[in-house]
């Protein structure tokens, strides 16, 4: 598998596994941390990389910007998780840091300016590509499935036999951002890898129940009255569901408990792009966008300030609802509506 990899990466020369695993071997005390609000890939790549590095004898410890949603903090809490205010206190005597599946710094929000109050080298590990120069080093790899994918290639270069404990953090990663093998990144290695990791003793069917059966019964009422007030633009090619602050909180559904809404209107027969769009706290509005297969929701994302992978993206636009969307649409209908496929 490492024959597909094609890393790009800042400095005169660009980072192989081979260059990065050495880095990393050089290190006596690494920090990990990931984007703010962190995901599956995020945290199952942290799970990955804690445990290879610690087979080698280094000190590992990860500094979140948030924490992450409840229905992955049976993995968060096994990580060796630090209180943001011992972190300046550790990068004095750190000798790396590593941010996962983020492509630029500024995704660690409260982290950054800490990092940038010190000298500590940096390594990023990401599959979003780069839109700016990186700070240090960047291990970046699109056509990677995921960045617990990247994980997986870095330590097997580095010579750390795959256990258990990386296998889980691989395949929650991999779950996570092939929509549980559903999408087009699914490839060949992919399930390769998942092979790999059952006949090592996975319970695939467990993690499953645990990443994904969270639905309460407030969940559901509030994903009934949304479906209800489901928006169709642009011929109907683009499909948004709004979900406004009142209505989760007058249900009482936590905010991370809306991440797969935007989901359940891409099982439509028809559509090219499905958006969500969540009412935060401070007026503005989330956006969770996903591509049937022919546009690039990212470069749409981008337009606001967001981005992601050319099928899943995100941005949090500035407005009211009605604003936000109509902000998004006019965006949309540059590319929208696409002349039908041939059967």
Known sequence: MAGAIHP????PSMPSLSDVGALLRSAKTVVLTTHVNPDG???????????????LGIKVL??????????????????????QAELPKVLTEADLVVMLDANEWSRTTVIEPLLDASTVPRLIIDHHPLVTTAVGVALVVPTAASTGSL?????????????????????????????????????PDVHLAAAEFLRLGLRGHELYDRLHNDRTPQKLRLLGE????????????????PITIEARKRLGV???????????????????????????????????????????????????????????????????MQQAIEAFVTSASTVLPLPPQSP
């Open 62 to 83: 990860v500094c979140n910007p948030s924490a992450g949603p409840r229905r992955l903090r049976f993995l968060e809490n096994r990580l060796p998780l630090l209180p």
């Open 254 to 320: 936590r905010p991370e408990e809306l991440h797969d809404f935007v989901d359940e209107i891409r099982l439509l027969e028809e559509g090219e792009v499905f958006a969500s769009a969540s009412e935060l706290p401070d007026g503005r509005i989330r956006f969770s966008v996903r591509s049937r297969d022919r546009v690039d929701v990212s470069a749409l994302c981008r337009a606001f300030g967001g981005g992601g992978h050319v099928k899943a993206s995100g941005a949090i636009i500035e407005g009211t």
């Open 226 to 241: 949304c479906l209800q007030a489901v928006q169709y633009h642009l011929e109907g090619q683009l499909v948004i569901i």
């Open 8 to 11: 790009v990466g800042t400095g």
């Open 151 to 187: 994980v997986h290639e870095l330590l097997t270069t580095m010579g750390v036999a795959t256990d258990l404990e990386i296998a889980q953090g691989v395949y929650v990663s991999i779950v996570s951002d092939t929509g549980n093998f559903r999408f087009s990144n699914t490839t």
């Open 41 to 55: 890939d995020g945290i199952g790549a942290q799970i990955a990389l804690c445990a290879g590095l610690r087979r």
